[in-house]
């Protein structure tokens, strides 16, 4: 499993993460070749978790400051001159920058993100960007 996130305390020692509805609590962790190698409490062995299958995700947490892939879902993309141009459906991980899923397939850059409210994620994108898909 590989580890999408920015935020360390994510492995850290004690820390609950879910795996559909299974709960693993980390009991250490390293890095290793741009990774993470994670001990769960109760797997002894590597062979325990190769079956492991899914996505691990974890409660939100509380920080004003961050934008969470949780709180972009559902939200109405609108460009620099007010067009809209579909709702997030999900967040794509990606190594340049990780891509907003919309609702019609096009997929935009969230460097692009200029400010989140009422419902609207405002994008400021280059000219023709929208029209690529």
Known sequence: MSLSSNR??????GTELWLDDRRLVVESSRPHS????VRFEGF???????DLRGIV????????????????????????HGTE????????DNPAADLLVLDDG????????ERIGDGVVYVDV????????
């Not at 360390?8 to 020692?13: A, C, H, I, K, N």
């Not at 141009?85 to 794509?92: D, L, P, W």
């Not at 280059?126 to 898909?133: A, I, N, S, V």
Request: glycine share 6%; hydrophobic share 45%.
């Open 8 to 13: 360390l305390e994510r492995v850290s020692p």
């Open 34 to 37: 741009e990774k993470f190698l």
């Open 44 to 50: 002894d062995h590597r062979d325990q978790v190769n």
């Open 57 to 80: 995700s974890a409660e939100p947490l509380d920080d004003d400051d961050e934008i969470w892939v949780h709180d972009l879902i559902g939200l109405v993309v609108t460009d620099q």
């Open 85 to 92: 141009h579909g709702e997030v459906m999900s967040v794509q």
């Open 106 to 113: 096009l997929l935009v850059p969230v460097v692009f993100i």
């Open 126 to 133: 280059p000219d023709g960007l929208f029209e690529l898909g």
